[in-house]
């Protein structure tokens, strides 16, 4: 191999929100960078659609069906992934979701399941694979899928732009208390790409003119971008980059009017 750094063989990444979208395209990627992947969702056929092509291109997966904001089935799959692959080298924390609702119409309810599936999940799941990583003591890789909207002001969404945010500085803190189990934690900060969660807005041509107006490089994203920043933030190329959040955006948090 060209550059032995970005290599992934020999290491275990488990993906959450592995079944479609971002995670599904984050899993495959990362199996074709050599890594073996535990697949993990609330959807069974959705992670049996992407575990058989990550066996296709010759690498493990596992399938742990999970719902992330629950700490028992979150315990209970780190643990299962634990015996079934050997041990996790690297977390991807992307389930996440969103409810757009002007503010003045979030109800408590709306606020405590944005919370839970993009903030407390990510928390809990670090925590417990940070402890496994701990007691592997062979350092980790954490990466937690955060969004533009967690660095700059978006028109709606305040729920969904405080869990964002509180990645960020989440990522920064874990960073602090875990580099000396040479653990690195970081973040991908994207901006608009087209999957089921994004879909809808996407048809709309007005709003697609928007965002493009407001991004440097006058397209969205396609989600391979997202695979090699990731590949590098969960390989050894990135041993000494650690709290960062990387933004990959097309440029749209880079600029002023
Ligand atoms: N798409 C974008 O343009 C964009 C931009 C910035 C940031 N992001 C972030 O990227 C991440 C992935 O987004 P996406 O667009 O790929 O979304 P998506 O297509 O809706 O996929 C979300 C994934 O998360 C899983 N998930 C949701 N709630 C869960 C729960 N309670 N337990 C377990 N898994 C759960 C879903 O699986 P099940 O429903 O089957 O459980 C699904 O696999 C999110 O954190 C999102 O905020 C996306």
């Known amino acids: 191999m060209f550059l032995p750094a970005f290599d992934l063989q020999g290491k275990t990444a488990l993906v959450t929100g592995a079944g479609r979208g971002i995670g599904r395209a984050l899993a495959i990627g990362l199996a074709e960078a050599g890594a073996d992947v535990i697949l993990l969702s609330r959807t069974r056929e959705q992670l049996e659609e992407v575990a058989s092509i990550i066996r296709e291109i010759g690498r493990q ?4 069906t999970c719902d992330v904001t629950k700490r028992e ?3 209970r799959a780190v643990q299962e992934a634990k015996e079934a692959a050997g041990g996790i080298d690297v977390l991807i924390n992307n389930a996440g979701m969103n409810i757009r609702t002007p503010a003045l119409e979030v109800t408590d309810a709306d606020w405590q399941t944005i919370m839970d599936t993009n903030l407390k999940s990510a928390f809990m799941l670090s925590q417990e694979v940070g402890a496994l990583m701990k007691e592997q003591g062979r350092g980790g890789s954490i990466i937690s899928i955060t969004s533009v909207a967690g660095q700059v002001a978006l028109r709606t969404g305040v729920v969904y732009a405080a869990t964002k945010a509180a990645l960020i500085q989440m990522t920064k803190v874990l960073a602090f208390e875990w580099g000396k189990y040479n653990i690195n934690v970081n973040a991908i900060g994207p901006w608009y790409f087209k999957t089921p969660l994004t879909e809808k807005l996407l048809q709309d041509e007005a709003y697609v003119q928007d965002i493009l107006s407001v991004t440097p490089l006058k397209r969205i994203g396609e989600l391979p971008e997202l ?7 969960a390989s050894d190329a990135a041993s000494y980059v650690t709290g960062q959040t990387l933004f990959v955006d097309g440029g749209m948090t880079i600029h002023g009017f």
């Open 61 to 64: 997966a596992y399938v742990l």
């Open 227 to 233: 695979v090699g920043p990731v590949v590098f933030l």
């Open 73 to 75: 089935d979150v315990a």
